[in-house]
Structures are given as C-alpha cells and as structure tokens.
T-cell receptor, first 111, second 116 residues
Framework: QKEVEQNSGPLSVPEGAIASLNCTYSDRGSQSFFWYRQYSGKSPELIMFIYSNGDKEDGRFTAQLNKASQYVSLLIRDSQPSDSATYLCAVKRSSASKIIFGSGTRLSIRP | SAVISQKPSRDICQRGTSLTIQCQVD?????MFWYRQQPGQSLTLIATANQGSEATYESGFVIDKFPISRPNLTFSTLTVSNMSPEDSSIYLC?????????????FGPGTRLLVL
C-alpha cells in the first residue's frame, strides 16, 4: 500500500464547475497535509496546507481533512482553464521532517 | 514564502562527468531537501541537506553518487557524479520553515539535466 494515494486521472471538469480532488494516506500519525499544483514543465507550487479536521478555505480553494477516515481532499470552485495542472497531495508526520508525496492527479478544465 | 533559486536551470552533460547544482534561498530556513522528478512522474526525495553535517539520504541514494553540501542555512549544493543517461531528470531543491503553527515547504524552479 502506498503511503499517499491519489487517482492519477485525468479528471476532466467543465469550466465553472467544482473540481474535487481526493487523497488517502496510510500513516495515522500524519499531522500535516499539503496540496501542491504543478503546471507542465514547472516546479510544484504550494496552494493549501491543513492540520485540523474540517475545512479550510482560501479563495476558490477548500481543503478538507478527515483524520478518522485518513482522507484529505481539495475542492476548486468556479474552475478555470488556468486550473488545469497536476495536483500533488503530500503528508507529513509531526516527528519527521520530510514530506511524502502522492503521485498526483492530472486535472483538465474544459471550456 | 521563501524564494528559491537554482543554478543551472538546465544542462546537457556527457556520461561519466559530474554536475553540481546550486540552491539559494532568500531567507533562513530550517529544512532543505533535494528531489528528483522523472518526466510524468511524481517527486522522489533524494536526501535532506543538513547544515554543517552529512546529508540524510533516502533508500536507493548514496553519498558517493549524490554528494550534498549545506554550509549555511540558505545555501546547498547537489552533485550528480559519474553521470549516466539514467540520471537524466529534473532535480528540485526544496526548503521550508517549521514552526508551531506554520509548516510549509517550497520548491525552486528545478534543474533540467540531460545526460548523453
């Protein structure tokens, strides 16, 4: 079992709709959770991080964390073509310094 | 957020040679890391760069092949030694701060390496 699992996609969403990206993790000791966006040919860009159960909103982005289910998700409202990218989920144990990345979900927003 | 720069941005090298990649952060950070990313793949952590001491390598990566230095809090180098075509990849420097309420990690623009 991979430590961080994501559906590789591609996930195709019409412009203006809500894109929902999901991630599960295997280590119950994980404390910090991150979402990175990576455009083709570019390096990953941190867009959200969350530590507590529940929702965290930042503009059009909402991160949701459910530690009991070991599940973290990213919602993108009013999806735009510029949101088309690969989204990487990452988790970290509080006692360790390294972040574990998932393989990423490729998101395509169709006009 | 920390601003991270890398040099060179890209290079084409002959097999058997070595290349040193530099990473500079614009502010003091507690952690620095080196990753590799093959085309279409996710990130693979090579090692954690420790200030003033030997780097901590992940399984499958060794110091003789990927020597790393971190002489201060804002600068690190990664050398890819005795290169082969299998070393062709994007190498990414990452840095971050760890605090009680904020724990973030950022990436540099990457170094695209092609080994012939």
């Amino acid at each position: 079992q991979k430590e961080v699992e994501q559906n590789s996609g591609p996930l195709s969403v019409p412009e203006g709709a809500i894109a929902s990206l999901n991630c599960t993790y295997s280590d119950r000791g994980s404390q910090s959770f991150f979402w990175y966006r990576q455009y083709s040919g570019k390096s990953p860009e941190l867009i959200m991080f969350i530590y507590s159960n529940g929702d965290k909103e930042d503009g059009r982005f909402t991160a949701q964390l459910n530690k009991a289910s070991q599940y973290v998700s990213l919602l993108i409202r009013d999806s735009q073509p510029s949101d088309s990218a690969t989204y990487l989920c990452a988790v970290k144990r509080s006692s360790a310094s390294k972040i574990i990345f998932g393989s990423g979900t490729r998101l395509s927003i169709r006009p | 957020s920390a601003v991270i720069s890398q040099k060179p941005s890209r290079d084409i090298c002959q097999r058997g040679t070595s290349l040193t990649i530099q990473c500079q952060v614009d502010s003091q950070v507690t952690m620095m890391f080196w990753y590799r990313q093959q085309p279409g793949q996710s990130l693979t952590l090579i090692a954690t760069a420790n200030q003033g001491s030997e780097a901590t390598y992940e399984s499958g990566f060794v110091i003789d092949k990927f020597p790393i230095s971190r002489p201060n809090l804002t600068f690190s180098t990664l050398t890819v030694s005795n290169m082969s075509p299998e070393d062709s990849s994007i190498y990414l420097c990452s840095a971050g701060r760890q605090g009680a309420t904020q724990e973030t990690q950022y990436f540099g623009p990457g170094t695209r390496l092609l080994v012939l």
